[in-house]
């Protein structure tokens, strides 16, 4: 019966290290905190203690465990990407005061012309008398009080949708050149 020789894991790891990062490379992983280095290591590891030889060739096992390993772990960070992206994308009116206008390339913030300062006290008190209560709420607390949609909603205990709907409904005014005309806000270029 033969006896199979047993390397320690630091001859392994010394013979085998340039494994882990021809597969990072290979699988284009940006790996600035080499996480996945990491991860290949303990890949080399996990390999190097499950090998069994009748199975066979080291080098091969190494290779497939290691790509692997790098593969899931690539899945993973996707994964926990995607459900980021969709956390913020629905809850993306947490933290939107609506305040946009919707362009042909992207929508851009509605910019603050001059005229529409915090001081012009006269601007504000026409807007008042010119809107409805739940508008007049929705330009004191989004505008005036930099207040989000949630934040709206949760002081007047009403829903965000109910909020947005007041803000359209402002925008729709203050879109209209009459009623523009009318409140004494007069700005160039139609914004």
Same mark, same amino acid.
């Given at each position: 019966? /033969?006896?199979?020789?047993?390397? $320690? ?9 340039? =494994? ?29 203690? $499950? ?13 497939? $465990?290691?790509?692997? =390993?790098?593969?899931?772990?690539? =899945? ?6 995607? @459900? ?28 603050? /012309? ?56 402002? =925008?729709? @005014? ?18």
């Amino acid at each position: 019966m /033969k006896k199979v020789q047993k390397f $320690t894991f630091e001859e392994i790891f010394s013979q085998n290290e340039k =494994r882990i990062h021809y597969y990072i490379n290979r699988l284009h992983i940006q790996d600035n905190n080499e996480d996945f280095y990491e991860e290949g290591l303990f890949a080399l590891w996990n390999a190097y203690e $499950t090998y069994v030889p009748d199975k066979g060739p080291m080098a091969t096992y190494f290779n497939y $465990t290691i790509k692997n =390993r790098l593969i899931d772990r690539i =899945r993973k960070e996707n994964s926990a990407m995607e @459900k980021l992206e969709h956390f913020k994308l629905k809850n993306k009116y947490l933290y939107d005061d609506g305040n946009y206008v919707c362009g042909q390339a992207s929508n851009t913030s509605i910019p603050c /012309k001059e005229g529409t300062s915090m001081d012009n006290t006269h601007l504000w008190e026409q807007l008042e008398t010119h809107l409805s209560v739940k508008q007049w709420k929705w330009i004191k607390y989004a505008i005036i009080e930099e207040l989000s949609m949630m934040e709206i909603a949760i002081h007047e205990k009403v829903s965000v949708e109910a909020v947005k709907s007041w803000g359209k409904e402002v =925008r729709k @005014k203050l879109r209209d050149s009459t009623f523009r005309e009318k409140i004494g806000w007069h700005v160039d270029g139609g914004g």
